[in-house]
């Protein structure tokens, strides 16, 4: 009996995602906070948080907005000029990591290994984002934290009303959503 429930508590252990990066991103609607997958996409947290200590995300907008999707940001200033970004990094999107309700992914072009700075939150589960084989069409969205508070905020971003703003022509919000600044904290 003893070593069943032992075994129990060490698979379920072992299943569970780990966290070690904490995130606090200050919009002027409200603060999301984020914890980081560290072990499961260390690539790709590594990237995000040098972007966030050089202050590159400080004054950017939520760019993109679709209801019962996403809301994406980080890349484009409150005038919609890029932000110069780094080389693009390794796609860690074969992690096992779903891109449920609530996590952060990386943005990317069709190139699978494209993600530099843009990231996304999930509104809703979005499975045909995941990893599904090492393919063009098939590497996902690499999923790299989740929203451990403020997802009411990620919410009322979701249902703002969007228009054509800038050089988009659609999914923009027409009620300007600025990342103020972002926090990385360690443990």
Known sequence: MRSIIIGLFVSVFSTQVMAATQVEMRT???VITLDLFDEQAPVTVKNFVAYAEDGAFDETIFHRVIEGFMVQGGGFDQNYERRDTRDPIQNEA????KNTRGTIAMARTPAPHSATMQFFINVVDNPFLDHTDETARGWGYC?????TGGMDVIDSIAK???GSAGPFPKDVPMES???EQVIV???
């Open 94 to 97: 074969n992690n096992g990591i």
């Open 28 to 30: 002027n609607l409200g």
């Open 177 to 179: 959503v600025v990342i």
């Open 185 to 187: 904290s360690r443990p």
């Open 160 to 162: 703002l009303k969007t």
């Open 143 to 147: 999923v790299f934290g989740e929203v």
